[in-house]
């Protein structure tokens, strides 16, 4: 039922920025996390940064300091703005939504992914 569109990838040079965005479309209920992950080749996905539906929010050690995470409820959408960018944060980024409904079902959506690329 949730679509979750991700846009903003690209090719950088190390210390540039990007700012991606994951706009999702459906019903997500007011108890969500919304959340970035990412998955280099050989490597398994892991979180880089999650923020809930009141604003809290959770990084990565590797990458505290540089990304910050930010929503925009109204829009439902997700936004992870990326600076100081490392040849190590070169990546497919995975939009990820988990909600959860008044009856306390858990859903879970994935975005197909955007390629990140920092060179050197």
């Known amino acids: 039922q949730v679509q979750l569109v991700e846009s903003g990838g690209g090719l950088v040079q190390a210390g540039g920025s990007l700012r991606l965005s994951c706009a999702a479309s459906?019903?997500?209920?007011?108890?969500?996390?919304m959340g970035w992950y990412r998955q280099a080749p050989g490597n398994q996905r892991e979180l880089v940064a999650g923020?809930?539906?009141?604003?809290?929010?959770n990084y990565a050690d590797s990458v505290k300091g540089r990304f910050t995470i930010s929503r925009d409820n109204a829009k439902n959408t997700v936004y992870l703005q990326m600076n100081s960018l490392k040849p190590e944060d070169t990546a497919v980024y995975y939009c990820?939504?988990?909600?959860?409904?008044?009856?306390?079902?858990?859903?879970?959506?994935w975005g197909q992914g955007t390629q990140v690329t920092v060179s050197s």
């Open positions: 459906g019903t997500i209920f007011r108890s969500n996390v």
């Open positions: 923020i809930t539906n009141d604003g809290s929010t």
């Open positions: 990820n939504v988990r909600t959860s409904d008044t009856w306390r079902r858990q859903f879970n959506y």
